[in-house]
């Protein structure tokens, strides 16, 4: 193997890497499910983060004299005011929920960046290092994929005080273990390839290589995938909070309304239904431009 050829085959990687991302991205954009997966995504993020700053209305202060009150159109005392109605404190429920989807919504997505970096991390560092490095690196998360993740939040959360940075470091520390053991493998493939043995050949070094060359083949395919954890990580936000150990109130959250709201589902169902449509299409658009982009991934490296 000569130096010329070294050198061609591994100065084009990162170019090449960004080239099957673009692919991945434009063929995602040609699905109508992603496109509109990001439609909804972003009517949803937009409108959590300016209605709440522009309304005049609190979304913790108590109006008894406006308790129950109905959504637009449904019952006799419904009001242009409080479009989804009001709970049992006179609150007003659209305002709530879009506070809640602010909150889920920056939970799911710090954590899975969180996790994503420390699960990839560690797994690159295992499959390309090996050795000792590869060995405590996996039975650490052989140890951490014993404990069920909701069991180790749980676990955590209910000897300490839960605030948004905790909930995230927990969920971010309970998620790591999967993302490690599938970049490691993928580390490891990446690690037999000529252009690396090439590099070492010309003298570069362990971590040259892994960051410059082969994290850039290797993180794309699983960052695309990694938007799916985001819904994941929002329905564990909502579980802590209707196990009353997300966040707390007065702060509106989906599982904290969901589970006050237990008892008035018969009288007032609008305020245990507000909280789960708005959920329930977070997720679903999150869903829709995951399984797109796994789609393209799986298209594109199918056929290069």
Known sequence: MSMSTVISDAAPTYERAQSISRRILASAWAMPSFRVGLFVFLALLLTSAIYPELSSISATKMVVKDKFLPPLFLGEKWTWLHPLGTDQLGRDMLLRC??????????????????????????????????????????????????????LAITILGVTKPEVHTIIIVLALSGWPLYARVARSAAVTE?????????????AGDWRILLLYAAPNILPP???????????????????????????????????????????????????????????????SINLMGSALEKARNKIYGGA
Do not use: H
């Open 191 to 203: 690690r037999g390839k000529e252009y690396v043995r090439g590099l070492r050949v010309l003298g």
């Open 98 to 151: 879009l506070i809640g989807l602010r909150y889920s919504l920056l939970i799911g997505v710090v954590t899975v960046a969180l996790v994503f970096l420390i699960g990839c991390g560690l797994g690159l560092l295992a499959g390309f290092k090996g050795g000792w490095w590869d060995t405590i690196i996996m039975r650490i998360t052989d140890a951490q994929l014993s404990i069920p993740m909701i069991i």
């Open 222 to 284: 699983i960052a695309f995938v990694a938007v799916l954890d985001v819904a994941r990580m929002m329905i564990f936000e909502a579980i802590l909070g209707f196990l009353g150990l997300g966040i707390q109130p007065p702060t509106p959250s989906f599982g904290s309304i969901i589970s006050d709201s237990r008892k008035y589902l018969i009288n007032a169902w609008w305020i245990a239904t507000s909280p789960g449509v708005f959920l329930a299409l977070a997720l679903t």
